[in-house]
């Protein structure tokens, strides 16, 4: 009886096997990295209706963040502002500016500026801002350097490994209170573990910290 | 939410990108466009590669984008973000802010404090400031908010039936006004619902003096107003009475059930359980006599059942009984004498109880219900006033509304005699009118017709003028509580559809200058600022609550007339009870979903009301066949029942504890013109609703026809078997052994666990068996939080079974209407239950029979226990539900892959899972499809079904979600999270009021969950088991406290205080209700040979000698 089957193909399970593995690991390694918030929202700096530029207002102004995100102490929702606090200074400083031509609009008409939301956690996420913002957390380390923005864009990943990177070791990233906002910082003698112990810096580690 | 990628020069995918991939890259838009999504590298060329080489890398990620919508190219669809454009002061989106108003009700008010997120109520809670309030609400009230959002309330206002402009609605009731200005109101004709509202008053004052020929009828179907109506008679003046229960410590309830449906319930309950903290000289003794079985009756330490038209001969045998005592005798005690002739009770329960009361004179209360005739009411106060208890406990204080409107006979007569327009205020008495009034046919004769309306009903079809009511949480108002204090009624959102309050469409008939509600309350309560604004802030105006009369103000003389002239109806064939439903009211409340769905606190009926018959009645009608349920379901034959000509068909519901040769039947259901919820539930009861009988007739005929009918029910079995769920002990045998609740079950084998108790008794300290679920304290010791450690302790001596709380859960946590079909599938999704036990002794002195006809009721709320070592967490495969730090079981619903394991392994069935996308798919409320094999419900239809996210009611529907509280889906399992929101809320709020400092424990008391705050009674206590001062730490150590099935070695975090009777003990001596303890305790020693009072607790005595049983043992041991 001959051979039904060349002597090649004695070979052909092993490879088919080898070559699954690879591009299994290949997908998973793909997937691991670029479905992530890590490849897929870092840099994202999507096209807002009013050039605003953080840079100018806060760099060069030193605007605080909390004049205009004024709910951030208070609720669980940084509140991007309202035309009626644009137009507190611009009723006055480039009144007449092409560019703020829209904010003119609203406060005059009333209809709100549709601002394109950047940062944003999944609905079965519930964030809280005030919470961080007065146990010591700074804005920079999850919304980077927005000082130094002229448009704003998706700094860091926001995933739950990012959060769980500092629920961890609070120590790291906590600061005084009053340096929340001085996003230039740079710790210098700070002594973390020492605020962590005093305050009772105890972030949740489980579930329902945030899921709920 | 649409899914908008952002904009791309080019399309990204297709023959034509990879064609022009050269060319995109020298078009300046791209360019531009690329370095704009990616600001770092787009500017750098990697050295050494061509620009091509460089666009085909990005080519790979722009491929990606367009074949998976993911990674780069197109992420997240583009969400907006729109703040004011003018900020309002005070507005923080994610903060709520709460608002004092209040929740008229028929003359009365429940004083409340609304919950509103981003300018729409989501919570109702009570009022804590009022003084004399705990803050405590009724399931009415937790339910109100939801018919805020019904989408089947009157949404326009109509003129014959074609949609009439606001505008025009008001002009039309300006000419209402000139014309009858100008004849003095002949003519006119107001029917109203009862209201204490003093702007509505002063309004009605006017239109009086304006209008001097108008006529005013006031009209409730359920009419608490009659015990109004019985003190004043005594008084001789306009007065209503206040009950102080917290002052009583004897009590006896004349078919009055003040702890379930009278008025006023919530703080009728509240002062009732002030005064049973088990303590031998102070804690109270409740009487009830009762002919249903009620949650009055479920809590009383004597229980006397008797029929309904036999009340008033009990009432005159305790009125004899008392005034012999007293050695007081003349036209009063005569009278009385007349009526007990022919005595219902026995005699010795009577003298006992008499006795009672006397002992503890100017600190015992007669309580008469609002269904039994006025002479019932009036020997009530007559022996209140004799026992002294007028003053302390009842107090006599001037009447929230004026009872000078005639009845609804007196209307119709009016009505038949020609009435030009007619004002139909609120109610709907085409519905719920007495049946032999004809009110339809008078009504048709009126020349016009103007109804304000909440739905579009029964009577706005018979209306010319349809005027769409705006809610009270929509309204400005003001009203009256029980006790007389001003509350306002301040909305939380302007009305919807644009309805109108009821004071803006009196004044404007009335023709006043400025009839908007809010104009009209100011000019009632003054123009003070500061005094207006703390009216509002705090939500009652301070010292508006009249000064009580003195107690002589009555004179027991005037009740001699009615009482000799009273012929009490001779029992013949059935007695019919018609009585207010515990979820629907009387009928206002039927396209209420969360009320459909919540169970009878009694007989545990969903979605329906049912016709209540005893045992012994049962085998009479040939009805007591056990084959009634069938895998669960309930097919209840059908009965019919038949009063003076008029039918009414319903299924039949063995109820234990209802007197014989009665039948009790709930109104509110069967409505002919209804919403989508409350379509097809139930039958309507009215037919038998008599004008002279109203809520008890005598003479029906009852009898079974062909036919079954499903009844959803939520709890089948009502017995415990002997198993301990509820554990209850006499006073006296409490007394000897107060720790007699952990010395039962196989406590001798596991001692009594309280977690963090710092005393080291030996207690919680000794070998434990291995117990196979991990407690995650135990293995990982440093991940269990040192600042809060939550737990719960619920006392079964104060809870009533009123289910305030369920609604109040499902209020917060987004809890789904399920439809009668799935809950008669047992898939009810309320996170919270309150179980009901009967039992009866069956070796009862009395005999068997009558012991099962008349047990004795336990009600135990049941939730989540949040067990240390839980059986649900081992069990998850992908760890969706877990422990956390705090000590909280909780569910990670995006996790959840619907294994339902975790409910398998609960021992305390407490896990509820997401059959269906419950909030998706439209359910079919009250329309039962179970009685046929293939299903073809709408939630099995799934996408080919109506989906309710399509239809433009859900836009008004999800309104009424929580915010704070994740919406499930499909597939997932949910449970009790001891508010968890509530409780992140908290230690937020409170790490932000410390912000740099260690102080972030929770001051106890700061936080409730919603059943705690919920409670009238404050059955729920719940805080931090680490501070040894906070209130759940304190009752942890009561030797009351036990755990449910603590044999597991589960651990719970709740825990529950047993439950404690006081019988009298003379009553017990002469064993005329043949028990010696409670009956679950004798039937507990029945099945486990065991008396807990006595021995070791080792679940049962291994077969050894039996131990002195309970029953030869007299209450001490």
Redo the contacts between chains.
Sequence with gaps: MSDIFPKWTNQLPMMAGIAAAVLGATALAGITY??TPK???V?????QPVAFSHAIHVDQLNLDCRYCH??V?????S???????CMNCHSQVRKDSEKLALVRE??A?????????IH?V???V?F?H??HV???ISCVHCHGEINKMD?V?HAKPLSMSFCLDCHREPEKFVR??ELVTKLDWKNEGFDGKK?VH???I?P??????C?? | MKTIPPPCPEPEVGPKYWRSLDQLAEKPEFRQWMEREFPSGASIAPEGETRRDWIKLMSASFMLAGVGGFAAGCRRPEEHLTPFAKQPEGYLHGKAQHFATAMPSRGSAIPLVAKSHDGRPVKLEGNPLLPNSNGGTDAFAQASLLNVYDPDRAYRHTKGGADVKVENLRDALAQVATKFAANGGEGLVFLSERSGSPTRARIQEEISKKYPKSKWFAYEPVDFAIGQQALSTLVGADVQPVYHLENARRILSLDCDFLGVEGDSYRLIRGFAKGRKPAKDTMSRLYAVESLLTVTGGSADHRLRVRPTDVVRVAAQVGVAVLELLDQSGELATALKTLAKDPVANPQWVAACAKDLLANKGASVVLAGYGQPLVVHLIAQVINSVLQSVGPVVSIVKANESRNDGSIAECVAQLQSGADTLVILGGNPAYDAPADLDFTGAVKRAKTVVRWGYYEDETSQLATWNIAAAHYLESWGDARTADGTIVPVQPLIEPLFGGLTDIEVLARIAGLEKPLPLDLVRATHGVDESKWRKFLHDGFLEDSAPKPMEASSIQVGRAVATIAGFKAPVAADFDVVLYRDASVDDGRFNNNGWQQEVPDPVTKVTWENVILVSLATARELGIADAANAKDGQYKQPILKVTLGGRTVEGPAWVQPGLADKTVGLALGYGRRVTGRVGRGSGFDSYPLYLKDTRHLATGAKVVKVPGRRLVAVTQEHGLMEGRPVIREADLAQFEAKPDFAKNMDLDAHLPHYVPYKKEADGRNVGPRPQNIYEHPFDQNPETASKIHQWGMVIDLSTCVGCTACVVACQSENNIPIVGKDQVARGREMHWMRIDRYYSHDPKSDLGSDIAAEDPQMAVQPMLCQHCESAPCESVCPVNATVHDEEGLNVMAYNRCIGTRYCANNCPYKVRRFNFFDYNKRETDYAGAQSQHFFNFGNLYKGPLGVNRNDAPEWEVVKLVKNPDVSVRMRGVMEKCTFCVQRIEQAKIARKVEVGNSGDVAVKDGTLKTACQQACPAEAITFGNLLDPASAVSKLKTDPRDYTVLGFLDNRPRVTYLARIRNPNPEIQEAKIEGRNGPDSMRDYERHRHENPFKTESHGNSHGEKKSASISTQKGAV
């Design positions: 670029y479905v490849y897929t929202r840099g994202y700096q999507p096209k004024n709910g102490e208070k609720s669980w929702f509140n991007i502002p309202s035309s009626s606090t609203s406060y008409s009333g209809k709100p500026i549709s601002w394109v939301q944003k999944p609905d079965y519930y809280n005030s919470v007065n146990r010591g448009e864009y005084p209170n605020a005093d305050w009772k105890q949740g580690q489980s579930c329902s910290t899921h709920r």
